[in-house]
């Protein structure tokens, strides 16, 4: 079956800018994760989503990165005025649930270069 | 100090040859370990998951020591297909934690 999908699959946009990254997990997991990958940071754990709720978003940077779920599928990972140290790999997997020993499923990345 | 900690690599080694990872993590509540591959530009993907009692899977074997808090990943008769990252994971609370992975190339 069809696994989780990201787009855009590359995004550069300029310093100050806003932008959305989306995350269509497997059909039926109900957990969806979003993660980045940087040079030198390695991968790093942003938030989760068990369906719509948000129960740890202790990964999120700063104030400028949100995130959403709605219907319990699609999620929007939001970055607004974008800076140069927001350039990375941004990571979506989901898993059936969000249980401690569920596999989580990764996306293809969506990458993200600042100007 | 990184949560998850993985011998820095990159180990070069020729087809054939047995080679071993390592990797401690510092959590004590960590309650999921597992060994992810990442292929260059690709995304990660689970290669297995690891427990106390030892788990093989075909010419890998990974092996969990809570007490000392360390993983381990052997692959024996390696393929020039088993280059990659290999990065080691811990699940707390349901998010993962990686390790900064090890490289691995396998030459002709």
């Known amino acids: 079956g069809a696994g989780v999908s990201q787009s855009p699959s590359n995004k550069v946009t300029e310093k100050g800018k806003d932008v959305e990254l989306r995350c269509d997990p497997i059909?039926?997991?109900?957990?969806l994760y979003w993660y980045r990958q940087s040079l030198g940071q390695g991968l790093e754990f942003l938030i989760y989503f068990q369906g719509n709720s948000a129960p740890d978003k202790s990964g999120l940077p700063s104030d400028r990165f949100s995130a959403e779920r709605t219907g319990g599928s699609v999620s929007t990972l939001t970055i607004q005025r974008t800076q140069q140290e927001d350039s990375a790999v941004y990571l979506c997997?989901?898993?059936?649930?969000?249980?401690?020993?569920?596999?989580?499923?990764f996306g293809p990345g969506t990458r993200l270069l600042v100007l | 100090r990184k949560e998850v900690e993985q011998d820095p690599g990159p180990f070069n080694v020729p087809e054939g040859a047995t080679v071993a990872f390592n990797c401690t993590y510092s959590?004590?509540?960590?309650?999921?370990f597992f060994w992810y591959r990442q292929d260059c530009r690709k995304e990660p993907k689970l290669l297995m998951s690891?427990?106390?009692s030892g788990n093989e899977d075909g010419r890998f074997t990974a092996q969990l020591n809570r007490a000392s808090q360390y993983i381990s990943l052997l692959i024996r008769d390696s393929k020039l297909s088993d280059s990659a990252t290999y990065l080691c994971v811990v699940n707390q609370g349901g998010k993962l934690i990686f390790g900064q992975g090890t490289e691995l190339s396998v030459k002709p």
């Open positions: 997997a989901s898993s059936l649930a969000a249980g401690v020993g569920e596999t989580q499923y």
């Open positions: 059909s039926g997991h109900t957990a």
């Open positions: 690891v427990y106390s």
């Open positions: 959590n004590s509540a960590s309650q999921s």
